[in-house]
């Protein structure tokens, strides 16, 4: 069963617009949470995480939201890129245990 | 920027054969990953370690072997490659539980 879910294996946005990624969980103990984007043929990159202490962290054009009563996290992009275009996955940890992934979300910014 | 890597980035071979992906970092982190990905799918942990000599399996049933006999080196080995091990391999670490995760370029393998 999977305890990290991105719902939206896709999602299209105008350049300039604000691309939003969403990530659902199950798992109540879970207490760190990032955002990696990936190209294809490549490894994920880091783009920014978030405690389970905050609601929000913002790192330039990058904020990421939690909700921890709805076990909700989301990733705002603005303005979106064409350089945004990629694969971007969610995680999350709970303790001292391994990440776990969700399926990601292909993001295309459309020039 | 991460000092992680990885070789082969791309590896074709033939059933049967035993291959051994390499992973190294520079960063003195003590935790290590490996995980496998295949188009449209999340990323599923394979192996783990969090220090030398100290190495666990992971979510996904698997095939392959590591060993952590220094801190820098991870390297996974498959004795006998099959089709069904067709996919990408990334390695990853971490200095700890809460800090960044950071990934290497990831090795492509095909086999035949």
């Known amino acids: 069963d999977q305890q990290v879910k991105q719902n939206s294996p896709s999602l299209s946005v105008q350049e300039g617009r604000i691309s939003i990624l969403n990530c659902d969980y199950t798992n109540s103990m879970f207490d760190y949470f990032l955002w990696y984007k990936k190209y294809p043929a490549e490894g994920p990159t880091f783009l920014i995480s978030?405690?389970?202490?905050?609601d929000k962290n913002e790192d330039g054009r990058f904020t990421v939201f939690l909700n921890k009563s709805a076990k909700h996290l989301s990733l705002h992009i603005v303005p979106s890129q064409p350089g945004d275009s990629a694969v971007y996955f969610c995680?999350?940890?709970?303790?001292?245990?391994?990440?776990?992934f969700g399926k990601g979300t292909r993001l295309s910014v459309i020039a | 920027e991460a000092d992680i890597y990885q070789t082969p980035r791309y590896l074709v071979i033939g059933t049967g054969k035993k291959i051994t992906l390499e992973c190294s970092q520079t960063?003195?982190?003590?935790?290590m990953y490996w995980y496998q990905q295949d188009p449209g799918m999340e990323l599923h942990l394979i192996h783990y370690?969090?220090?030398?000599?100290?190495?666990e399996k992971g979510d996904l049933s698997s095939e392959s072997t590591v060993s952590r006999i220094r801190t820098e080196h991870f390297p996974l080995t498959l004795e006998s490659a099959r089709p069904s091990h067709t996919s990408q391999y990334l390695c990853?670490?971490?200095?700890?539980?809460?800090?960044?995760?950071?990934f290497g370029p990831g090795t492509r393998l095909l086999v035949l």
């Open positions: 370690s969090y220090g030398v000599n100290s190495t």
């Open positions: 960063m003195g982190h003590d935790k």
């Open positions: 990853a670490s971490r200095i700890d539980l809460k800090e960044t995760q950071y």
């Open positions: 978030i405690s389970s202490i905050k």
């Open positions: 995680a999350a940890s709970e303790g001292n245990t391994p990440l776990v």
